[in-house]
T-cell receptor
Framework: AQSVAQPEDQVNVAEGNPLTVKCTYS??????LFWYVQYPNRGLQFLLKYITGDNLVKGSYGFEAEFNKSQTSFHLKKPSALVSDSALYFC?????????????FGAGTQVVVTP | NAGVTQTPKFQVLKTGQSMTLQCAQDMNHNSMYWYRQDPGMGLRLIYYSASEGTTDKGEVPNGYNVSRLNKREFSLRLESAAPSQTSVYFC?????????????FGDGTRLSIL
């Protein structure tokens, strides 16, 4: 069975500082990994994905994520956070052995960026 | 672009009442999904439809039914609402169930069962 852990309920960072949101996963086969962001009263928006290839994946709004197979992690990063990055972030994983594409979501990490 | 549209946005029901949540997508996507979001639990899959004419149970299907009316529309029905079904419900769609296809979400239906 696949699972995702986001160990931090909330991450606080000052504007201009680096932002990291942690995610670890467990799957039977190779993972397909995704990050989504949710703003208040809105649905989830796709940020980036890792399928295969380069371990550093670049996505929307200046975000990137690094896939680390040995540590089974897929941390989301942004070099310089903005107040507008304050939102709820979800990591999701799909096991390559899952034929129909079920996504397992983490519980979410609330990011608060202060001016 | 409308993307995924959900109606209604808010609803309050009494225990035992029934209702249908509507979802429509205009991206010509094959696959559609219903999730519920509860605090601290992320999103849990209720039902999904890999393609028009097919539906399958997800992680938490009990108390729900779905209908894939056509390629665009995927509805979720609560036959006899219970307080445990108080949640935010999200519909999503994707081009297919392949690994490269991100899901696109509607803005949710906030449902309270009294």
């Amino acid at each position: 069975a696949q699972s995702v852990a986001q160990p931090e309920d909330q991450v606080n960072v000052a504007e201009g500082n680096p932002l990291t949101v942690k995610c670890t996963y467990s799957v039977s086969g190779n993972p397909y990994l995704f990050w989504y962001v949710q703003y208040p009263n809105r649905g989830l928006q796709f940020l980036l994905k890792y399928i295969t290839g380069d371990n550093l994946v670049k996505g929307s709004y200046g975000f990137e994520a690094e896939f680390n197979k040995s540590q089974t992690s897929f941390h989301l990063k942004k070099p310089s956070a903005l107040v507008s990055d304050s939102a709820l972030y979800f990591c999701a994983v799909r096991d390559e052995t899952d034929s129909w594409g079920k996504l397992q979501f983490g519980a979410g990490t609330q990011v608060v960026v202060t001016p | 672009n409308a993307g995924v549209t959900q109606t209604p946005k808010f609803q309050v029901l009494k225990t035992g009442q029934s209702m249908t949540l509507q979802c429509a997508q205009d991206m010509n996507h094959n696959s559609m999904y219903w999730y519920r979001q509860d605090p601290g639990m992320g999103l849990r899959l209720i039902y999904y439809s890999a393609s028009e004419g097919t539906t399958d149970k997800g992680e938490v299907p009990n108390g729900y039914n779905v209908s894939r009316l056509n390629k665009r529309e995927f509805s979720l029905r609560l036959e006899s609402a219970a307080p445990s079904q108080t949640s935010v419900y999200f519909c999503a769609s994707s081009a297919g169930t392949g690994e490269h296809q991100p899901q696109h979400f509607g803005d949710g239906t906030r449902l309270s069962i009294l």
